[in-house]
C-alpha cells in the first residue's frame, strides 16, 4: 500500500500523456497501477489529417462520418496504456451550457497494433494460437468525458469529468 502512495510526475500536453517519471525504488507493478486512471484524461480532440483512419476504401476523409458545427465524428489510432488502437471519437456540444462538450470515445481491442498483453499464471498448458483466441474473446472500452473548453485558445480546456466501462465477452463456440 505504501508503494502506491508515492507521487508519479506525468507529463500531460494537448491531452496526452507523454511522459510518466516515479521514483527510482517505485516498484513496476505500482506504476503501472497508476497509469490506469491517467488513460481517463487522455483526449484528442483535433486530430492531424495523418492520424485519422480510412479503412473503408472510400474517399480520404470517410472516417469522419460527421463534422458540423455542434458535433463531429472520427477515428483514429491512439496509443495509451493498453496499446495503440483503434479508437472512435464522438464530439458534441452540450446544448444547454456554453463551452461543454460531452466527448464518447470508444476503444476497439479487435483493432491492434502493439496490444499489450501479459499472462501470469500458477497453470501450465498450451499456448493458444493468437488469432484463435481473438475471435472468442471480443472487448472494449467506452470512456465519456465532460470537457469545458476555453473558446479563446482552443488548446486549453478542462476535463470535469471522467467515466469509463469496459467489456469483455467470452464466446467460446
Avoid at 22 to 49: F, H, M, Y
Avoid at 85 to 111: G, L, M, P
Avoid at 119 to 139: C, D, K, L, P
Wanted: hydrophobic content about 30%.
Amino acid at each position: 500500500r505504501r508503494q502506491l502512495q508515492r507521487p508519479i510526475r506525468v507529463r500531460y500536453v494537448d491531452g496526452k500523456v507523454e511522459k510518466i517519471e516515479a521514483e527510482k525504488d517505485d516498484p513496476e507493478w505500482s506504476v503501472n497501477i497508476k497509469r490506469g486512471p491517467l488513460n481517463l484524461l487522455q483526449i484528442t480532440r483535433s486530430p492531424k489529417n495523418s492520424e485519422l483512419l480510412d479503412k473503408d476504401g472510400r474517399e480520404a476523409t470517410s472516417n469522419v462520418a460527421f463534422d458540423k458545427s455542434r458535433e463531429r465524428l472520427f477515428r483514429i489510432m491512439e496509443p495509451d496504456v493498453f496499446g495503440e488502437c483503434e479508437t472512435q471519437y464522438h464530439i458534441r456540444d452540450s446544448q444547454q451550457e456554453q463551452n461543454v462538450q460531452v466527448v464518447t470515445k470508444t476503444k476497439d481491442f479487435q483493432n491492434c497494433r502493439h496490444r499489450l498483453e501479459e499472462y501470469v499464471s500458477f497453470m501450465r498448458g498450451r499456448a493458444v494460437r493468437t488469432n484463435v483466441r481473438e475471435q472468442h474473446i471480443q472487448s472494449a472500452v467506452q470512456t465519456r468525458m465532460r470537457v469545458i473548453s476555453d473558446r479563446s485558445r482552443s488548446e486549453r480546456f478542462l476535463i470535469q469529468q471522467s467515466d469509463c466501462r469496459g467489456e469483455q465477452v467470452f464466446r467460446p463456440y
